[in-house]
């Protein structure tokens, strides 16, 4: 048995030497990584240093480039509104025109004439003639008022007429409430 033990304990002997050196690797491995690790860190900077000197004239370009393509954009934008613009106006002057709205010229124009029309009258009174005038004036637009009443009554009591003979056929009898306005009429 103490061929086993001594193999056992020359096995756990170089074990607990092996243990050991794995050990001391490690140390050293912590030294060098701090010690080099510093150095690495020191030209990882000034690689970066020299990279971004390298690098700033593309970046310049870069950054003028896209300038330019911002510029370009913005003035083609402009131009499309522009163009958007113009036809809206165009499609809404003629939708306007097709349903009788007049256009700022055609204002213009009236409101020229008013005015003409306006110094005419003024002129005419301070003369004495605007009286009679305003009478004959008056006179019209009084019969134009009698004869547009008139025919609105006679279109109600045509509509009146037609609605209760159509009423009395359906029901067979007149109601109250249809009495009541009759005999308002």
Do not use: C
Not at 31 to 60: D, I, M, Q
């Amino acid at each position: 048995m103490s061929a086993r033990r001594r193999k056992e304990d020359s096995r756990s002997e170089e074990k607990a030497a092996a243990f050991h050196r794995i050990w001391l690797a490690g140390l050293g491995a912590l030294h060098s990584a701090e010690t080099e690790g510093r150095e690495l860190f020191r030209k990882l900077v000034e690689r970066g240093e020299e990279y971004a000197e390298k690098a700033r004239p593309t970046v310049e370009r870069l950054r003028e480039r896209t300038a330019e393509l911002s510029a370009e954009l913005r003035e083609g934008a402009g131009r499309s509104w522009d163009r958007f613009e113009k036809i809206l106006d165009e499609r809404l002057s003629a939708a306007m025109s097709r349903i009788g709205v007049p256009d700022r010229d055609e204002i213009r124009r009236l409101a020229d004439r008013v005015e003409e029309l306006t110094r005419q009258v003024e002129a005419l009174a301070a003369a004495g003639t605007a009286a009679p005038a305003a009478k004959r004036a008056t006179k019209k637009t009084a019969a134009r008022s009698r004869k547009k009443a008139a025919t609105r009554t006679a279109k109600k009591t045509s509509s009146r007429a037609t609605a209760r003979s159509g009423q009395s056929r359906k029901a067979g009898r007149t109601s109250p409430k249809r009495k009541a306005k009759r005999s308002r009429a």
